[in-house]
């Protein structure tokens, strides 16, 4: 083969890997994770060997389409953790990871999701989730915590934050915001009736 | 025809329709209500036609499907509404359509979704609504209940409520119970921190 063929093929390998992921991030947030790896490479034109060549496993595919967002929430766990008060850290994480949530359900939906073989991705959220549950620590013994405060009502925000459903990704935002300060305001120790983001229309509401 | 035989016809034609209705509140359930009259043919094993000579409409069906829900939905409303205490009938509201709500989550999603031709169904639903909305502005006015609370918070508490998911309704009922307890804690204007309801380990916290 000359060097062109090969450059060309090479391109076509990477288009195709790219439009995997695409439809793989696309299809996992309107379905969720069990859509098969057939109709992943269905969807993508491509067939079902061409996936797996550039994904060995399933878990590879949902890891590697989910990489940037895990990263993103990571990051933002650790901006979290370095705050000096630790209830304030831990407001902007819950808040941040809502919002990123928010704005890609596919990826709340495999945050939030137990993929029995998604070790990898399972690894790196559960990372995420521990530092988290060190700031939940810290966010008790200061005070503003309540007590009864437990890992599972990390779960269950976000859980019900992926549930909120509205006309475009900026009013979900919008409605998310609100959502998180009511979720805050009920994990307080000491609650303090702060204003609440501005409400908005939601498709229950719209008539 | 003889008489065996028409009445043969008519129980086939009840057994259709019963079918039909049965495969449409799954079909809602899993995939929301934009599941087309076709696909819940094919899944009944009748022909469009058929689906059509029982519900005229779409709408029609989706009223029919849940419209043992809706009127379940709309009695706590109005036992809420008849409490003595509105802060008190609104919590029993909250907590008991959240309850409908993690048990049944086609009629969930049916819920809280603007399906633009199920007038019918809107009708009731927005009637139910309505009223509770009554409740609020007097748990409002009796101090109990935010007075920046909107009727769109409830949306949000119903559609927040969808997003919980468990391994069995029951867990599911279970979370959504400390869920609806965390949100009217967050609705209170001087909110008292009464003791929540078990946390329930979720797909997210298994590990």
Not at 86 to 99: A, T
Not at 162 to 173: C, D, S
Request: net charge neutral; aromatic share 6%; charged share 30%.
């Amino acid at each position: 083969m000359t060097t062109q063929v090969i450059t060309h093929l090479r391109s076509d390998a990477r288009d195709n890997r790219e439009r995997i992921l695409a439809v793989a991030r696309a299809a996992f947030a309107a379905e969720g994770l069990d859509v098969p790896i057939r109709e992943i490479a269905r969807r993508a034109e491509v067939g079902v060997a061409t996936v797996y060549r550039h994904f060995q496993t399933k878990e590879a595919l949902l890891a590697e389409a989910f990489e940037e967002q895990l990263a993103s929430c990571s990051a933002v766990v650790a901006e979290g953790v370095a705050a000096d008060d630790p209830w304030r850290g831990f407001c902007l994480v819950i808040e941040r990871l809502m919002e990123m949530h928010a704005l890609d359900r596919g990826f709340a939906r495999a945050f939030t999701s137990q993929y029995p073989g998604a070790a990898d991705f399972a690894a790196d959220r559960d990372r995420t989730l521990r530092l988290l549950l060190e700031l939940v620590r810290r966010a008790q013994e200061a005070g503003p915590l309540r007590d009864d405060f437990v890992l599972e009502d990390i779960s269950l925000a976000l859980m019900a934050n992926e549930g909120i459903r509205a006309e475009t990704p900026e009013l979900r935002v919008a409605a998310s915001r609100r959502f998180a300060a009511l979720m805050l305001q009920s994990f307080q120790a000491n609650p303090v009736r702060a204003p609440l983001p501005p409400a908005v229309r939601l498709p229950l509401s719209r008539r």
